[in-house]
């Protein structure tokens, strides 16, 4: 046997903060040092942060990026360390993972395949560099291998991936095999989406498999930039075998993921492939001596987390990601708290829920004085015992009522603010309203009316709320969070500078349809914290102590469960749902799957939501006049709004067909309607059965 200590190290970055970054990775080196690590890689670009963005165009970036990293250098004494960073060659940029071992920089890798599709821009700001192709970069007095390199530390050679390497069907590590690798090294910043994490580890274990290796992926963690949400992902795995793998969303700085390998196994796997090709490039291979110590065997098997294994994946990961990228939205914008327009309804009901489970997941990962040093430029809550004691002085939320507004909503909201503990406070906004109207109907010399003025009407109430909800804001230095969803955000069924006022919009990337049965779970079921490992025993300080076994429930979410979606914008008399102003919710989410993410004309959407909602023996759940009528609805409302989507304030990507134009689907604002193509589905349904009838588009909440 020769057995290795290697790990995987994850980071909680943030782009441009050079001294905390630094920082970071020195600690993080410090606690592999005290663990007995001999290599460990940490994740891309974590020297600059992943997310700079332009500032990657900025030579000053460049500049303080190498200056960090010689410090880093300074701390590697008896361990290699593979770190992220920005180089420029050539004139060109390049996103490169410097090897670092026992005090000496031996080369440069260059990430060779750029990620350029959705929230990724990457070939914006970097070069992607060719296989088998070697060339010198200068640093200072001294110049260092730069390129398509194998690292041979006495005999062990160690190759990279670079996050979107492993993801190609041509990924380097074919090459690397071919070498006779025995160690790859992922450093990687892989943004969450839901269940993403099941991809990753098939493609880390089928790479150690197939090419007869020891694998060790590290990505980034939490939010670092703002919109993207990092869930600390970590693995090593061995000739197929996931050996360890490391807990997600995380409210660590820094996590260490270590394993055992043994790279005569490796060895075998690889000698005993007769399809093996084995290529000699010496002119890529930098050497040099490392003492690798001696290690006893261990016993290693990979388990997921509680929550992960509990049935309910999406639930317990949208709960974490938003939870966690709330949090280090709060302290890296260092903000006092949020503030909400608590409503009553599903949507601001969720983002009350969501940052409640902001501080009870922190208390719980990291503990009361871990939440407090973190939060130490927050005064409030430095004093604080509890959990919920915490909330109140972190969340603000205000209900603000109008003539159309019902008790069952604003007991909803009461309830809520009640149970999560958070300061609840009552206005009632409609004198407000009446006055605008009395000016506006005063210069127009005529009375407003339903009949009328209906969406103006509707509209005025909500953009009266906008000002208190911001002063409000202001008065406490607190972020406003905004209400809307996905299903809102796709046909525009929001008032611009009223609903959609704040500074920052949790759930704009996830569908209503889905939230209201998450909503329901968090009451019901709650969030898994069952075995929960303490943070001593996540860096290896403390073996086999488990946090007690509890579930997270919200039960203040009774009232909201209860009650239909609703705007609540028109009389009471009226009975306005959002549904009937649009139409069902799954129905939307299904149009807007075909439409959007896959791409799909207007007539091929009806075609898959008929088939859809087919139904039985009893006929179809719905028939082809209603879903004619929701599909050409969706399309000319999502046409006519891509302008409110362009102004949302910043989301959370969730999934991989978000409709944020920032952060992955892009649509002209001003277009053709789609006008053709309604013709061709109106006329094509037709043909099928003459009777149909056109529908009108939806009224309320979509206007300007």
């Known amino acids: 046997m020769k057995l290795l200590k290697i790990a995987a190290g994850v980071l909680n970055q943030t782009p441009l903060a050079w001294d905390h970054n630094k920082q970071n990775i020195i600690n993080a080196i410090e606690e592999a040092q005290r663990q007995g690590v001999s290599l460990l890689c940490l994740p891309e670009l974590c020297i600059s942060g992943y997310g700079c963005e332009d500032a990657f165009f900025a030579q000053n970036t460049i500049d303080q990026s190498i200056a960090s990293l010689l410090e880093i ?131 880390v274990v089928d790479a150690s498999r197939s090419f007869g290796v020891s694998y060790v992926y590290a990505n980034m963690l939490g939010n670092e930039a703002g919109r993207m949400i990092y869930d600390g992902d970590s693995m090593v795995a061995s000739n197929g075998e996931l050996l360890v793998s490391g807990p997600r969303l995380s409210y660590e700085d820094f996590l260490i993921v270590p394993a055992v390998v043994d790279v005569e196994l490796t060895r075998l796997n690889q000698t005993q492939n007769r399809g093996n090709i084995a290529l000699a490039y010496p002119n890529l291979r930098v050497s040099d001596r490392f003492d690798w110590p001696d290690i006893s065997p261990v016993i290693q098997k990979a388990e997921l987390e509680a929550w992960e294994r509990g049935g309910y994946l999406k639930e317990e990961e949208f709960a974490r990601a938003v939870a966690l990228g709330l949090f280090d939205y709060l302290r890296k914008s260092r903000s006092q708290g949020y503030v909400l327009s608590l409503s009553g309804g599903a949507d601001s009901s969720s983002i009350a829920a969501l940052v409640f489970l902001m501080i009870r997941m922190a208390v719980q990962n990291i503990g009361m004085d871990g939440v407090k040093k973190k939060l130490g430029y927050i005064k409030a809550v430095q004093a604080c015992k509890t959990p919920e004691e915490m909330v109140g002085k972190l969340l603000t939320v205000m209900y603000q009522g109008t003539e159309n507004s019902s008790d069952e909503t604003f007991n909803s909201a009461k309830e809520l603010a009640d149970d999560i503990g958070a300061t609840f406070l009552n206005i009632n906004i409609n004198g407000l309203v009446e006055t605008y109207r009395g000016l506006i109907e005063g210069q127009l010399g005529r009375k407003l009316s339903w009949d009328t003025d209906d969406l103006a009407l509707q509209n005025i109430q909500a953009r009266v709320r906008a000002p208190s909800i911001w002063m409000l804001a202001n008065i406490n230095n607190a972020l406003l969070l905004t209400t809307s969803n996905r299903s809102e955000a796709a046909v525009g069924y929001a008032t611009m500078d009223g609903d959609t006022a704040g500074s920052i ?72 749902t959002d549904e009937d102003d649009l139409m069902p919710y799954d129905v939307l989410n299904s149009i807007e799957e075909a439409a959007i993410r896959d791409k799909q004309s207007p007539m091929d959407v009806l075609k898959r939501v008929e088939v859809r909602y087919a139904g039985h023996d009893d006929g179809p759940i719905h028939d082809r006049e209603k879903l004619l009528v929701w599909v050409e609805r969706f399309f000319k409302l999502w046409s006519r709004n891509q302008w409110k989507r362009e102004r949302y304030a910043p989301s959370f990507h969730l999934d991989d067909h978000n409709l944020d134009p920032r952060s992955w689907c892009r649509f002209p604002i001003l277009s053709g309607g789609f006008e053709k193509e309604l013709t061709e589905m109106r006329d094509w349904a037709n043909e099928q059965k003459p009777n149909s009838r056109k529908g009108n588009p939806a009224r309320g909440k979509i206007g300007f």
């Open 73 to 203: 250098v300074d701390c590697t004494n008896d361990i290699a360390v593979a770190v992220g960073l920005p180089l420029r060659h050539n004139n060109r940029t390049y996103d490169t993972a410097c090897l670092i071992v026992n005090k000496r920089i031996m080369g440069f890798a260059v990430k060779q395949n750029l990620a350029n599709n959705g929230v990724h821009y990457e070939t914006r700001w970097f070069q992607p560099w060719n296989p088998y192709v070697r060339d010198e970069i200068k640093i200072g007095e001294f110049s260092y291998p730069f390129g398509d390199l194998v690292f041979d530390l006495s005999g062990i050679r160690v190759g990279f991936e670079i996050c979107e390497d492993a993801w190609v069907a041509n990924r380097p590590g074919r090459i690397l095999y071919e070498r006779g690798i025995d160690i790859i090294l992922n450093p990687t910043a892989s943004h969450f989406s839901f269940l993403k994490s099941q991809v990753r580890e098939r493609f």
């Open 505 to 576: 919009s949790p759930i704009t990337g996830i569908d209503k349809h889905f939230l209201r049965g998450w909503l329901r779970w968090l009451e019901t079921t709650g969030l898994n914290v069952k075995n929960e490992l303490t943070p001593a025993d996540r860096t290896g300080s403390i073996a086999g102590q488990t946090a007690p076994d509890e579930l997270i429930k919200v039960s203040g979410l009774h009232a909201v469960n209860n009650l239909q979606p609703t705007a609540e914008l028109r009389p009471l008399d009226k009975k306005q």
